[in-house]
């Protein structure tokens, strides 16, 4: 990675923490460090999971603990039980909890209105584009991609996800019974594969990779074809379907696939763009899938 880019991001990364007063020890002049502030705020009006919580905020257990004991210690929160054993705990705040967020909110508006407040208009314009660029950059870097099995409840929901999108889309709807398989046997090792892209630690992505190797002995490197590819709505504009893509060529590749295949069907106008993008060329039909029009085959470099 290029030093020099790692070096402008630090700078960065300065410049935002000072500017935002992220260094001072009570945020927005309210006694209370970021950390607690921003807690207060992901509560909400109408409490929050504390495993929720902590998954939006990625933050561990035990500084979790400590934030919500202090700001129960400020009279601001409450912790309850749920459920006959009592693991599910919900944060919930407090009538003082409730006008401390609001205060907060009025703050930040003004700390907001602070940052705007000397650049012209154009500048301004400037700034809050770049933020939002900045913004949806960072929160593609937070994406994770693992594989997962076919049945795990992450897996499981991309793939529902998947057939309802395509049942809408499609001009005759879609019924998975009909069209070409990839059953649970085909989505594990040394069948193939399925990956999951996980952000907030809820999945909002996915893949699958069928591996056919070569038979018998000199018979090439065998071939791979990606299936099941879906990106949840609200993770789009990330270039999330394009590193689903090459997740699942690289892991093809590192068990021997030297050709990716896959078909598409002609609904799907922004996977059509993005396979040939990455670099696919598109080929006569290799299989009967009823539900393709296009067909698309990649070489992968050794």
């Known amino acids: 990675m290029d030093d020099t880019a790692i070096g402008r991001v630090r700078r960065f990364q300065r410049t935002v923490t000072q500017r935002i007063g992220a260094l001072n020890d009570g945020f927005l002049a309210r006694g209370r460090a970021l950390g607690q502030a921003r807690v207060l705020w992901e509560i909400g009006a109408e409490g929050s999971e504390i495993r929720a919580l902590r998954a939006r905020l990625e933050l561990d257990s035990g500084y979790m603990s400590r934030l919500l004991r202090s700001l129960e210690a400020d009279g601001l929160v409450v912790v309850d039980g749920a459920g006959p054993d009592g693991r599910v705990r919900t944060a919930r705040l407090t009538a003082a909890g409730h006008a401390e967020r609001a205060e907060l909110d009025r703050r930040s508006d003004e700390a907001a209105a602070s940052i705007l407040r000397p650049l012209s208009g154009h500048q301004r314009e400037r700034l809050v584009a770049a933020m939002s660029e900045v913004e949806r950059l960072l929160v593609a870097s937070m994406v994770e991609v693992k594989v997962l099995d076919p049945r795990h409840p992450h897996s499981r929901h991309c793939l529902r996800a998947y057939f309802a999108e395509l049942a809408r889309r499609f001009d005759d709807g879609f019924d998975p019974a ?86 598409t069907n002609r609904a799907l106008t922004e996977a059509v763009a993005l396979y040939r993008a990455a670099g696919y060329e598109e080929v006569a039909a290799f299989n009967d899938e009823p539900y393709a029009h296009h067909w698309f085959e990649k070489h992968l470099p050794r």
């Open 178 to 263: 009909r069209g070409i398989p990839a059953g649970d046997e085909e989505m594990r090792l040394p069948a193939g594969m399925f990956l999951v892209a996980m952000l907030h630690a809820e999945p909002v992505g996915c893949v699958a990779v069928k591996l056919h190797p070569a038979a018998g002995a000199g018979a090439g490197s065998g071939w791979a074809e990606v299936k099941r590819m879906w990106v949840d709505p609200t993770a789009r504009r990330l270039g999330l379907g394009r590193r689903l893509l090459a997740e699942a060529e690289a892991r093809a590749a590192g068990h021997g696939a030297r050709t990716v295949r896959l078909e």
